[in-house]
């Protein structure tokens, strides 16, 4: 007799009742929240204050306090390939962006790999309240950068935190006196002045159209292809970038798409989007914004 043909049992699911979340697990959820919160302090706590810095209203670790903050929450990092250097010479003054891709893994866990790009123009490496060509600065401090960025974003990911922010740092009884503030006015009492709408959070939208305007400029960049460029950063869409008056990330991005997408796709060692098809036709409307 001839092998029949397994035919598959079709089953129609059936509409039950949604799920009920019970008071307990309410309670038990806000009850692991606010212990997570009390840990976050708890590693910030465990840090010194000269291992961090604040941008704008924002404060960001630096390699000390990532590593004490990995060890403390049993988390291994790890960089993934070197620094990849980026130079642009014919700007002025001249710079380069450096681009680290960094990896974190808690116990068993996935690793989460992020990337992190350091630029000579930062306000960090300004002399004389402005930029400075790359070869008067320490390019190797700017290629440590990169790293310490990656591996920040890799340990906040891993985590769960995303970002500290500035009452983690008071929560964890760190003063301003004692951390380093760059690009940043102070009150009467010290410490940022609070921000009262979300626009002065985020990048105006000059600074949106200066941004558009330089991936336009010549045909190197789609609009496929700078979202790519974005979520690498961590945003979503360009009014995502924090708007403090030197956003490192806002600077980085910008420098990075005064190149080419295939530059960038370089830097990162194949670890982005794939490069797009070199017949690929360049679009026809492009509009380059206003420059600000």
């Known amino acids: 007799m001839p092998d029949q043909p397994l035919v598959p049992e079709v089953v129609e699911p059936t509409a039950g009742p949604p799920a009920k979340i019970e008071p307990l697990s309410i309670a038990r959820l806000e009850s692991e929240i606010e212990q997570w919160k009390q840990l976050k302090i708890l590693l910030v706590k465990a840090t010194r204050p000269g291992d961090w810095k604040i941008f704008g209203d924002k404060p960001y670790p630096e390699m000390p306090a990532v590593i004490s903050i990995a060890a403390r929450a049993g988390v291994s ?37 992020e990337v992190g790009m350091a630029c000579s123009k930062d306000e960090f490496f300004w002399r004389d309240k402005k930029p400075i060509p790359y070869h008067e600065v320490n390019v ?30 008071r929560a964890a009884g760190k003063e301003y006196e004692d951390v380093q503030v760059i690009g940043f006015r102070k009150g009467k009492k010290g410490g940022p002045k609070p921000a009262t709408t979300a ?29 790519q460029l974005l979520a690498s950063m961590g945003y979503e869409i360009p009014t995502d970038i924090p708007g403090s008056r030197q956003s490192p990330d806002y600077e980085a991005i910008c420098g990075t798409l ?25 679009l026809e409307d492009r509009e380059p914004g206003e420059e600000g």
Not at 201 to 217: D, E
Not at 258 to 282: F, I, K, M, V
């Open 140 to 169: 190797t401090t700017v290629a440590k950068k990169s790293y310490t960025n990656a591996a920040r974003r890799a340990l906040t990911a891993c985590l769960g935190m995303r970002d500290f922010t500035v009452e983690d740092l």
């Open 199 to 227: 626009s002065e959070q985020k990048i105006s939208a000059k600074q949106v159209s200066r941004l558009w305007a330089i991936a336009f400029a010549k045909p190197s960049w789609t609009k496929d292809e700078v979202p």
């Open 77 to 113: 990092l790890h960089i993934l390939g070197q620094p990849v250097p980026q130079y642009f010479n014919d700007a002025d003054p001249p710079y380069v962006i450096y681009t680290s891709i960094a990896g974190a893994r808690r116990g068993i866990g996935p690793e989460f790999q």
């Open 258 to 282: 005064a190149g080419s997408y295939e530059d960038w796709q370089a830097s990162l060692g194949g670890a982005g989007e794939p490069s797009r098809d070199d017949d690929e036709p360049p």
